[in-house]
């Protein structure tokens, strides 16, 4: 066919019959197909993805440090109608102490009361004044178990929200538990320049069992000394944890003084334990 | 009828692509005509759940793209490549036909799993979210029509630049030739890109990488660039080949030279370049810095001299014409006012501070349907009837075609003009349903209508191709469009003998 007199070549035309037939092949392959899609149309989708049935739960938000509540004032928190005091409704276990953490860049309160006309506003707590970024003084605060407290912003008396004393081993996500001190590893720790360790430093008495709890989504390791010691790891060591996995540091053993631990995995994570 | 099916011979190849994009084109508008039916009134009217309706509009967003725009702009490139470069065949004629045979097998993935989370399979959603196996059916779906489209394009730039008749040099090749290899470049330049963020996507969703999964420290917004850097090339990807057909059909029609084939060249490389600078005009708003935002802004606006090159070009060529209405030549000219109204929306979408305004609205919707539906679509279906003659040795209805030009230029009007106005009243993209409203109302039903009469005219259309392929009158081969102008050679279509 490589070379053709072109001039005198037939024209060949499609003719009815071979139109059919293509039509028809095309029909047959719709119609298998559509029977196929309608058949299976919720079969095809009715699988969630893998990663989300290998994957662990995301963990709780560990329990904040032992015997203390914290409560956070919101950036934002001025402007009426912003979420302000989280969490909203706070379980206090009995005998824990409050604290509320200004994130916002005002000063702000929390008053007890329902607001500045109640006669018996600031009765069973005030923080005073806490300036933007800072936390208040750790607040004690005397009632029954099952007392609800209204609370409120003395400078922005829109911002209104309430705590519930609780059985202290009620105290869930919002509550502190009562036993010994813990190490957090935050969400997020394995970002160089983020924050890591909470609390940093932290303190604590000897014979104390710490409770190291990471809570990010990658290993990580609370190992005493510097990456470049070589008794690095001598004093304490967590080994690897699993995201969310949780290991004792148990200080019977160690002298009373400051220790510096760090990451295994990401030798930018360091933080201090003193001893007291 | 088997010995097309098996064939590699490079008509035969083109037909199938061509008949696979046709019927793509119609299914998949018919899934638009449920989704413009969805939308006529507020609240649900004949899909039942907003899931449905998410399947329904990826399906025939991938559909369209990469099983109608693709396939068919292959088909004609196959049809005429190797006679514009007078070779016998497609450099590998068997390669051609492994690449035209992967993509049914990709559309079957696509349309039988009909996956939810939009044609760009954007994470979090795609990885956490999305159902499966309808979610793993379409990445290997649109994995293999990645293939093929490399198979395809390298089958084209090796016959284009090596099976190039000796005595024919590139500048005197038809401009359709340097679409064509322009856009085969591209492909393989921008492709590999979203092929590895497939992969990337698939480990993720097995949930033994965490490249883009926020729970395991991965980054969302990388697979975005990694997409856009494939798929803001591949727009021009798709424009290429129309307007390299435009090119190819306005002369003919004008009985006119073409006014410059130097600037029509360099437009097509210019804009093959700058194709490349300006993905990131997708993500404005996932909190990019000034100046990456301003460096993108510019290097969008840099394909807006290149494509006036093309426009002012056919402008020229038109210009003192005798020019023959015929149908493809309305279609060619439809689309290129169309095209106007998609440029100027777009030089209104790059600008950064204009584009927080219409960003994921049905601004968006209007802006890119006016591309690929206004001029892409409009260009290839003139092409089409064009081609006709040469495909099956008939001629098809005059007076229909322009029926069906009217009908779909008014439809297409209606539908994606009044969306950009529905965007700017708010309604955001990819809604089931919308707040009840007047002005929304009223605009939805105005571009309802428009697909409806657009429906009827692409239903119109393949009913006049199809009744006169079989039935229609013997076309005059030498030049069926009485333009005293050579029409393409028309015994290279039948090598079974």
Same mark, same amino acid.
């Given at each position: 066919?490589?070379?053709?007199?072109?001039?005198?070549?037939?024209?060949?035309?499609?003719?009815?019959?071979?139109?059919?037939?293509?039509?028809?092949?095309?029909?047959?392959?719709?119609?298998?197909?559509?029977?196929?899609?309608?058949?299976?149309?919720?079969?095809?989708?009715?699988?969630?993805?893998?990663?989300?049935?290998?994957?662990?739960?995301?963990?709780?938000?560990?329990?904040?440090?032992?015997?203390?509540?914290?409560?956070?004032?919101?950036?934002?928190?001025?402007?009426?109608?912003?979420?302000?005091?989280?969490?909203?409704?706070?379980?206090?276990?009995?005998?824990?102490?409050?604290?509320?953490?200004?994130?916002?860049?005002?000063?702000?309160?929390?008053?007890?009361?329902?607001?500045?006309?109640?006669?018996?506003?600031?009765?069973?707590?005030?923080?005073?004044?806490?300036?933007?970024?800072?936390?208040?003084?750790?607040?004690?605060?005397?009632?029954?178990?099952?007392?609800?407290?209204?609370?409120?912003?003395?400078?922005?008396?829109?911002?209104?929200?309430?705590?519930?004393?609780?059985?202290?081993?009620?105290?869930?996500? *919002?509550?502190?538990?009562?036993? +010994?001190? /813990?190490? #957090? !590893?935050?969400?997020?720790?394995?970002?160089? =320049?983020?924050? @890591? %360790?909470?609390?940093?430093?932290?303190?604590?008495?000897?014979?104390?069992?710490?409770?190291?709890?990471?809570?990010?989504?990658?290993?990580?390791?609370?190992?005493?000394?510097?990456?470049?010691?070589?008794?690095?790891?001598?004093?304490?060591? *967590?080994?690897?944890?699993?995201? +969310?996995? /949780?290991? #004792? !540091?148990?200080?019977?053993?160690?002298?009373? =003084?400051?220790? @510096? %631990?760090?990451?295994?995995?990401?030798?930018?994570?360091?933080?201090?334990?003193?001893?007291? | 009828?088997?010995?097309?099916?098996?064939?590699?011979?490079?008509?035969?190849?083109?037909?199938?692509?061509?008949?696979?994009?046709?019927?793509?084109?119609?299914?998949?508008?018919?899934?638009?005509?449920?989704?413009?039916?969805?939308?006529?009134?507020?609240?649900?009217?004949?899909?039942?759940?907003?899931?449905?309706?998410?399947?329904?509009?990826?399906?025939?967003?991938?559909?369209?793209?990469?099983?109608?725009?693709?396939?068919?702009?292959?088909?004609?490139?196959?049809?005429?490549?190797?006679?514009?470069?007078?070779?016998?065949?497609?450099?590998?004629?068997?390669?051609?036909?492994?690449?035209?045979?992967?993509?049914?097998?990709?559309?079957?993935?696509?349309?039988?799993?009909?996956?939810?989370?939009?044609?760009?399979?954007?994470?979090?959603?795609?990885?956490?979210?999305?159902?499966?196996?309808?979610?793993?059916?379409?990445?290997?779906?649109?994995?293999?029509?990645?293939?093929?489209?490399?198979?395809?394009?390298?089958?084209?730039?090796?016959?284009?630049?090596?099976?190039?008749?000796?005595?024919?040099?590139?500048?005197?090749?038809?401009?359709?030739?340097?679409?064509?290899?322009?856009?085969?470049?591209?492909?393989?330049?921008?492709?590999?890109?979203?092929?590895?963020?497939?992969?990337?996507?698939?480990?993720?969703?097995?949930?033994?990488?965490?490249?883009?999964?926020?729970?395991?420290?991965?980054?969302?917004?990388?697979?975005?660039?990694?997409?856009?850097?494939?798929?803001?090339?591949?727009?021009?990807?798709?424009?290429?080949?129309?307007?390299?057909?435009?090119?190819?059909?306005?002369?003919?029609?004008?009985?006119?030279?073409?006014?410059?084939?130097?600037?029509?060249?360099?437009?097509?490389?210019?804009?093959?370049?700058?194709?490349?600078?300006?993905?990131?005009?997708?993500?404005?708003?996932?909190?990019?810095?000034?100046?990456?935002?301003?460096?993108?802004?510019?290097?969008?606006?840099?394909?807006?001299?290149?494509?006036?090159?093309?426009?002012?070009?056919?402008?020229?060529?038109?210009?003192?014409?005798?020019?023959?209405?015929?149908?493809?030549?309305?279609?060619?000219?439809?689309?290129?006012?169309?095209?106007?109204?998609?440029?100027?929306?777009?030089?209104?979408?790059?600008?950064?501070?204009?584009?927080?305004?219409?960003?994921?609205?049905?601004?968006?919707?209007?802006?890119?349907?006016?591309?690929?539906?206004?001029?892409?679509?409009?260009?290839?279906?003139?092409?089409?009837?064009?081609?006709?003659?040469?495909?099956?040795?008939?001629?098809?209805?005059?007076?229909?075609?322009?029926?069906?030009?009217?009908?779909?230029?008014?439809?297409?009007?209606?539908?994606?003009?009044?969306?950009?106005?529905?965007?700017?009243?708010?309604?955001?993209?990819?809604?089931?349903?919308?707040?009840?409203?007047?002005?929304?109302?009223?605009?939805?039903?105005?571009?309802?209508?428009?697909?409806?009469?657009?429906?009827?005219?692409?239903?119109?259309?393949?009913?006049?191709?199809?009744?006169?392929?079989?039935?229609?009158?013997?076309?005059?081969?030498?030049?069926?469009?009485?333009?005293?102008?050579?029409?393409?050679?028309?015994?290279?279509?039948?090598?079974?003998?």
């Amino acid at each position: 066919m490589a070379e053709h007199e072109h001039k005198d070549e037939p024209v060949l035309l499609t003719s009815p019959g071979r139109m059919a037939r293509g039509i028809i092949i095309v029909a047959v392959t719709l119609a298998i197909g559509a029977a196929v899609v309608v058949t299976q149309f919720d079969n095809f989708f009715s699988q969630s993805a893998p990663v989300t049935r290998i994957q662990p739960e995301t963990p709780p938000p560990p329990p904040p440090a032992a015997g203390v509540t914290r409560i956070a004032i919101l950036a934002g928190s001025s402007v009426q109608g912003a979420p302000d005091y989280d969490p909203d409704d706070a379980q206090v276990p009995v005998g824990n102490k409050v604290v509320w953490e200004n994130r916002d860049n005002v000063f702000h309160t929390a008053t007890s009361g329902t607001g500045p006309e109640d006669a018996e506003m600031s009765v069973a707590f005030d923080t005073g004044l806490v300036n933007g970024g800072e936390s208040s003084a750790e607040i004690t605060i005397d009632a029954d178990v099952g007392t609800t407290i209204p609370y409120f912003c003395q400078v922005h008396p829109y911002m209104t929200s309430q705590l519930t004393i609780v059985e202290a081993e009620e105290g869930g996500a *919002t509550g502190g538990s009562a036993e +010994g001190p /813990t190490l #957090t !590893i935050l969400a997020g720790a394995s970002a160089q =320049g983020a924050p @890591d %360790y909470d609390p940093d430093p932290l303190t604590v008495s000897a014979g104390d069992v710490i409770t190291v709890r990471n809570a990010d989504n990658v290993f990580h390791t609370a190992t005493s000394g510097a990456p470049s010691d070589a008794d690095a790891g001598q004093a304490f060591d *967590t080994d690897l944890m699993e995201a +969310g996995a /949780t290991a #004792t !540091i148990d200080t019977a053993d160690l002298e009373p =003084g400051e220790y @510096d %631990y760090f990451c295994l995995v990401h030798p930018y994570m360091v933080g201090k334990l003193q001893i007291e | 009828m088997w010995e097309i099916l098996f064939s590699t011979h490079h008509t035969d190849v083109g037909l199938l692509y061509i008949i696979l994009g046709l019927v793509a084109f119609m299914i998949g508008g018919a899934l638009a005509l449920v989704i413009r039916t969805e939308l006529f009134l507020p609240g649900a009217q004949i899909i039942s759940d907003p899931n449905t309706f998410h399947r329904i509009f990826t399906t025939h967003g991938t559909n369209m793209l990469f099983l109608w725009l693709l396939p068919f702009a292959s088909g004609i490139g196959n049809y005429l490549i190797p006679i514009m470069v007078k070779y016998k065949d497609m450099a590998w004629p068997k390669l051609n036909a492994v690449a035209f045979w992967m993509i049914p097998v990709g559309m079957a993935l696509v349309w039988l799993g009909m996956a939810d989370f939009t044609w760009y399979a954007t994470p979090p959603y795609s990885i956490l979210s999305a159902k499966g196996p309808a979610a793993e059916m379409w990445i290997f779906g649109i994995k293999i029509l990645g293939l093929s489209s490399i198979l395809g394009s390298i089958n084209f730039i090796v016959t284009i630049l090596k099976m190039k008749h000796p005595d024919l040099p590139l500048m005197k090749t038809s401009l359709f030739v340097w679409a064509t290899l322009v856009t085969s470049i591209m492909i393989l330049v921008a492709l590999p890109t979203f092929t590895a963020a497939l992969i990337m996507l698939f480990t993720d969703r097995l949930g033994v990488s965490g490249f883009f999964n926020p729970n395991m420290g991965g980054d969302p917004i990388a697979y975005q660039h990694l997409f856009w850097f494939t798929f803001h090339p591949e727009v021009y990807i798709f424009a290429i080949p129309a307007i390299g057909m435009a090119y190819e059909l306005i002369p003919k029609f004008s009985r006119k030279p073409l006014f410059s084939y130097q600037s029509g060249v360099t437009a097509f490389v210019l804009l093959s370049i700058v194709a490349f600078a300006s993905w990131a005009h997708h993500m404005y708003a996932t909190g990019m810095d000034f100046t990456m935002k301003t460096t993108f802004m510019i290097g969008t606006l840099a394909a807006v001299p290149a494509s006036a090159m093309h426009v002012f070009n056919w402008i020229a060529t038109m210009w003192g014409g005798r020019i023959r209405f015929a149908t493809p030549m309305s279609f060619v000219v439809g689309g290129l006012v169309l095209f106007f109204y998609a440029g100027a929306g777009g030089v209104v979408n790059s600008m950064m501070p204009l584009d927080f305004l219409t960003h994921d609205s049905y601004w968006v919707v209007g802006h890119f349907h006016l591309f690929v539906m206004g001029l892409i679509t409009f260009a290839f279906l003139g092409m089409l009837h064009y081609m006709f003659p040469m495909i099956t040795g008939r001629m098809y209805n005059e007076r229909i075609g322009m029926v069906t030009f009217w009908l779909l230029f008014v439809g297409v009007s209606m539908i994606f003009l009044t969306q950009h106005v529905l965007g700017l009243y708010g309604q955001p993209r990819r809604t089931f349903d919308y707040v009840p409203v007047e002005p929304l109302i009223v605009m939805n039903q105005i571009s309802s209508v428009g697909a409806w009469i657009t429906g009827a005219g692409a239903a119109l259309l393949m009913g006049n191709l199809i009744y006169s392929a079989g039935k229609g009158k013997p076309a005059d081969m030498r030049d069926p469009f009485q333009l005293g102008e050579q029409y393409y050679d028309y015994t290279r279509k039948e090598p079974h003998h």
